[in-house]
């Protein structure tokens, strides 16, 4: 490897790869498909914060790309002395951190949002278990076990996480939702499906040996199949 | 950095070497020696040995994840073999080996001709290996080791949930390990702070030893915590005691508090002393002094404090108060601030140099490119709603990986590269150096963007097995990881190698101008016995 221009032609196709990944990675779901009003805010933020760091991402790298290629040791060209420059260093501290004050301003809006539980209009309760989820409808009186979550679209769903044993995460990525379920402690969430369908998830929380089959599936459905479907389930169908 | 006149000065152990009495040769000379030098090199090579394992973990769980559904290993031997492979890369590799070199290099850059305490220092090394041995034996053992990640978060850790030994092995492991550090961060500070050479003042101190103080400093602060929060799983496993039994009264969250309060900093202990070894290499390698030396120590010690303050970021899925999370995640995104300090200030140290791409330069360039992808993510799981979408998913995984596996480790090689001629006095094959980084950047990349990805698509981490959907994405991380395996079976050929038959290594192998040659390659490779003869003093 006796040319710089070889091996940083390399780093470049690395970096190229990276780039390439990172821009390709919204080819996941939630992001191309988000189902619930939260999810499509986490999308918007997440493209805000893409927007922002991009910029010192691309200079960083690129400055150094431009380094590794311009000033490769020739002889006769001794190198630079100078190592300081005061206006710089402000300049580099100041620049980001303008940019994280902005940035913040977004995150809590979201995360406001997300924490805000608007007025439910069906409370669920999910309690993990080693190695499958429980569902209660309290107001239905209606609790089963490993299988899966129905819920109506459009209604504002809030739901009580917890566990029974140790924790686990109840986690649905096109929900925009992941909450830990910890013994003796109960946490909301809410959610608010736009479209019916059946939505995957699973336990996002190391629980144990079976911890990679703790499945999570939610089948969102009309309101009126919702409302047979738990009259079937109250006569214990 | 130029030592000037010097002035005589008998060393307080130079009865040891000096005639009168004969210096050990052997085995002995290893197992009794509290020279820095040897404890230092004994440091590198056991945190190898433990990387060499952790490191085949890795590669036994990419092969099971290879593809979905496949039987290589049994869901509870993959969770034993995941929670060492994070265990031992953290606590018997990562932070050890920064020890080691630090050992090695810290008292000669100063000036000194030991640690401040050499019995105390050897008490930390040989605490190591009964910590190690003991986690690894626990694969052993009925029930096997401690399956629940190297966060160990309770209940599973109790003994209701976890009843064979392996967890109180990985808790005594982790204490033995934890005392080590201890004693190494009350050494390094007590050195630094005590035994420079004359003219040797704070801040002409070389930027490897800023951050080995900030990081011992960190140590000291953070490891007690973890030392006690260890003592409370063990009371619990042992008598019941219930500090994170919700039916007990306790509450497993309060594990997640203290865990982090000692784990976050962790990730700075892990790669501060390897931002100190890129700040020497990269002048070394571009014949011009590092830019902005006061702000860089200032960013090391900003990262520092800074770093006691985020431990929450790793809880925003645990249902912790809205104002808490709030401030976490404004903290975290604070740690770019002083991140990006010295992300600027090394390209402002190469810009305009006159660079060499030796391995070491190869590794510290590769280190900057994956660090930056490292803390832009970093900066993206600030933000609490994205954090909670990607938190526990691979997402994470990658994350870490860019800055623990592209930071600390492209920074540990590039200081072993370095510094190895000078320890070993041998040198090694230049070509197969380079092999070995090319692969590594190269398998590195390959195994971990990929990881991206799945944690975008939802994948969590830690589980034995994927849903089909997943699987593009671990067929290239798997592949990548066999690039990185072969990378690391060159490196270890051509370091054994170099050992046996290398060409002796001078002085200075690495012809450093006069501003970036700091005292360790003033001496000879490998350094006398109490590194001077005399006390050099600086002007």
Known sequence: MKNGRAWALLLMVGLGIAAAALIASPAGAWLLHPATPVAREVRTLFYKAVAVTAFFFILAEGLLLIAVLRFRAKPGVPAATWHENFKLEIVWTAIPAIAMVILSGPAFTTMKYMETTPKSELQIEVVGHQWFWEYRYPKYGVIFANEALVVPFGKIISANVTSIDVVHSWFVPDFGIKMDANPGRINHVWFQVDHPGTYKGQCAELCGVLHGQMFITVNVVTPEEFERWIEQKKKGA | ?539
């Open chain 2, 1 to 539: 950095m130029e030592a000037g006149t010097v002035v005589a000065r008998p060393g307080p152990y130079a009865e040891a070497v000096h005639p009168g009495t004969t210096p050990r040769t052997g085995i002995l000379k290893w197992l009794l020696t509290s020279d820095h030098k040897l404890i230092g090199t004994m440091y590198i090579w056991l945190a190898f040995f433990f990387f060499a394992i952790a490191g085949a973990f890795a590669m036994v769980m990419r092969t099971q994840l290879a593809a979905p559904g496949l039987h290589v290993l049994r869901p509870e031997v993959y969770n034993q073999i995941m929670s060492l492979h994070g265990t031992f890369m953290v606590f018997f590799f990562t932070i050890p080996i920064m020890a080691g070199i630090a050992n090695y290099v810290v008292p000669i850059q100063i000036g000194a001709r030991d640690m401040a305490f050499p019995r105390l220092n050897a008490v930390s090394f040989w605490l190591l290996v009964p910590a190690g041995s003991l986690m690894l034996a626990s694969l052993f053992l009925q029930g096997g080791a401690a399956a629940a990640g190297w966060t160990s978060y309770p209940p599973l850790t109790n003994r209701q949930y976890s009843p064979g030994p392996g967890v109180d092995l990985w808790i005594l492991g982790l204490h033995l390990a934890g005392a080590s550090s201890i004693l190494g961060g009350i050494n390094f500070v007590v050195t630094i702070l005590n035994l420079r050479a004359p003219g040797m003042k704070m801040f002409k101190m070389p930027m490897f030893c800023w951050t080995v103080l900030v990081t011992q400093t960190i140590i000291l602060i953070a490891t007690p915590i973890l030392a006690g929060a260890l003592t409370m799983a063990l009371t619990d496993r042992m008598f019941g005691t219930g500090f994170f039994q919700a039916v007990a009264g306790g509450d497993p969250v309060l594990w997640q508090h203290l865990f982090w309060f000692y784990s976050h900093p962790a990730v700075y202990i892990m790669v501060l002393p390897g931002m100190g070894m890129i700040s020497q290499i990269l002048p070394a390698f571009s014949g011009k002094h590092l830019f902005g030396y006061k702000g860089m120590v200032l960013a090391t010690a900003g990262i520092g404090f800074i770093g006691f303050l985020v431990w929450g970021h790793h809880m925003f899925a645990t249902g912790i108060d809205y104002r808490l999370r709030q401030f976490f995640s404004f903290a975290s995104m604070v740690i770019a601030v002083p991140t990006g300090i010295k992300i600027w200030s090394w390209l402002a140290t190469i810009w305009g140099g006159s660079l060499r791409f030796r391995t070491p330069m190869l590794f510290a360039l590769g280190f900057i490119a994956l660090f930056i992808i490292g803390g832009i993510t970093g900066i993206w799981l600030a933000l609490v709603p994205f954090d909670v979408q990607v938190h526990d998913t691979y997402f994470v995984v990658a994350h870490l990986h860019y800055v623990l596996f592209g930071g600390s480790l492209m920074a540990i090689m590039a200081g072993i590269y370095y510094w190895l001629p000078k320890i070993s006095g041998k040198l090694y094959n230049e070509f197969w150096g380079k092999v070995h980084f090319w692969l590594t950047f190269i398998g590195m990349n390959l195994t971990f963007m990929p990881m991206h990805m799945m944690g975008m698509l939802g994948m969590p981490r830690r589980i034995y097995t994927y849903r089909p959907e997943f699987a593009i994405w671990n067929h290239i991380a798997s592949a990548g990881a066999a690039v990185l395996g072969v990378g690391m079976t060159i490196f270890a050929l051509n370091m054994l190698l170099s050992l046996w038959r290398g060409r002796r290594a001078p002085a200075d192998p690495w012809n450093h101008s006069d501003e970036t040659r700091t005292l360790e390659w003033t001496v000879s490779s490998p350094p006398p016995a109490e590194n001077f003869h005399t006390i050099p003093v600086i002007r």
